[in-house]
């Protein structure tokens, strides 16, 4: 009975691992077909991009994130 549910699992990983195969195909044939217009402004772009730095930075240093 334990091989069964073994082999039942190990069918199981390989599916997860096909679909996400598929997933990751699908993916990337959709950007490279073509790329959309970006319509984001670029302060907000400059600003995302400073709170992404100071967020990471946060985090390595342990003052953000810390339990």
């Not at 069964?4 to 390989?14: K, Q, S, W, Y």
């Not at 044939?29 to 930075?57: C, H, N, S």
């Amino acid at each position: 009975m334990v091989r069964l549910i073994l082999v039942v699992a190990f069918v199981a990983v390989i599916a997860v691992a096909v679909l996400s195969l598929f997933a990751t195909i699908q993916a990337v044939a959709r950007v490279a077909t073509g790329k959309d217009e970006d319509t984001m402004p670029e302060t907000f772009k400059r600003i995302a991009y400073g709170v992404l730095v100071i967020l990471m930075l946060g985090v390595a240093s342990g003052l953000l994130g810390a339990a």
